[in-house]
Nanobody, 126 residues
């Protein structure tokens, strides 16, 4: 089992920045950490992902150039830096961990992840 604890959500204005964190109880070089979000009335959607080893990162087109995913292996913690926030970024943000490598397409699917955090609310006002 892997426990994930998110932090960093809040209420901000359009154009502001936020950094979310996701502390994992344990990690492995095979893990993939993903961030997803779910707005009211909408399905959960992929935001970004990063393998726990290596430097490749993956983003949804809607956040590319504004969001940045990273990790700190020494702290077993992943981060999602969100800049130039827009109203449409308002959602509950979840971090998730997949415990084995997967394909480029599967890592964008919430069904591919084994463990989930409790979610943190991000609200962007205009």
């Amino acid at each position: 089992q892997v426990q994930l604890v998110e932090a960093g959500g809040g209420l901000v204005q359009a154009g502001d920045s936020l950094r979310l964190s996701c502390a994992a109880s344990r990690t492995s070089v095979n893990y993939i950490m993903g961030w997803f979000r779910q707005a009211p009335g909408k399905e959960r959607e992929f935001v970004a992902a990063i393998p726990w080893s290596g430097s490749i990162t993956y983003y949804a087109d809607s956040v590319k150039g504004r969001f940045s995913i990273s990790r700190d292996n020494t702290k077993n913690t992943g981060y999602l830096q969100m800049n130039s926030l827009k109203r449409e970024d308002t959602a509950i943000y979840y971090c998730a961990v997949r415990s084995s490598p997967t394909t480029y397409f599967q890592l964008r699917s919430s069904r591919s992840y084994d463990y989930w955090g409790q979610g943190t609310q991000v609200t962007v006002s205009s």
